[in-house]
Every structure is written in structure tokens, then in C-alpha cells.
């Protein structure tokens, strides 16, 4: 997050862990399983995805949770990926190599 937005985030952006509200912990879970298992299901050839491809998947994911959780979200926060701040799409696509290099990592 801080290395990708530009200023200083929301603090809602950068909230500890422990304080954010539950359907943001458990969506981030979840989204981290839907990456950890497309990476484990593809024998890591993940690794040959663009940089945008690897954001978009997390992006996507991450969507499908909002609309999950709320059933009528604000168009911005499930906005596709054309949409997103750059700084945005930066961080989803750091968030997808920082999962696949834990899971291969783990082997």
C-alpha cells in the first residue's frame, strides 16, 4: 500500500489486522486461498502471467467478495480493472507475487 499510493493512505486502507471488521478479514482470506490454490493448481506456471494479468485475478476475486458481503456495493468498490487507480492495480498485482512466492516458497 505505502509503496503504490500516492500521499498518505486512508487509514482504512492500512488498518492492523486485529482492528479490521470481520468481512474484511475473512474476504482477505479468501481471496488468499482463491490465489494459493490457482497458483498450487497450475504447478506454478503462474509465474508467466503478466504483472497485470496477476492483479487482475486478485482483483476479480476481491469483487466477488464485496458483492458477497454487500448486496448492493458502490459502483468504485467493485470497479473492473480498467477502473482502478493505478496505485490499486499495483497493490493487487503485489499482492498476488507476495502469495505465489510464499506458496512456492513452501513447495
Do not use: N
Amino acid at each position: 500500500m505505502h509503496k503504490h499510493y500516492p500521499g498518505e493512505p486512508k487509514a482504512s486502507y492500512i488498518t492492523p489486522w486485529d482492528d479490521t471488521p470481520e468481512w474484511e478479514r475473512s474476504s482477505a482470506s479468501a481471496v488468499f486461498g482463491q490465489v494459493r490454490d490457482f497458483i498450487m493448481i497450475s504447478d506454478g506456471t503462474t509465474r508467466r502471467l503478466s504483472r497485470v494479468q496477476r492483479g487482475r485475478f486478485v482483483a476479480l476475486c476481491w469483487i466477488a467478495q464485496i458483492y458477497k458481503h454487500f448486496p448492493d456495493p458502490k459502483p468504485a468498490y467493485v470497479a473492473d480493472w480498467d477502473d482502478l487507480p493505478d496505485w490499486q492495480r499495483e497493490t493487487d498485482a503485489d499482492i498476488f507475487d507476495r502469495i505465489e512466492e510464499s506458496v512456492l516458497e513452501a513447495g
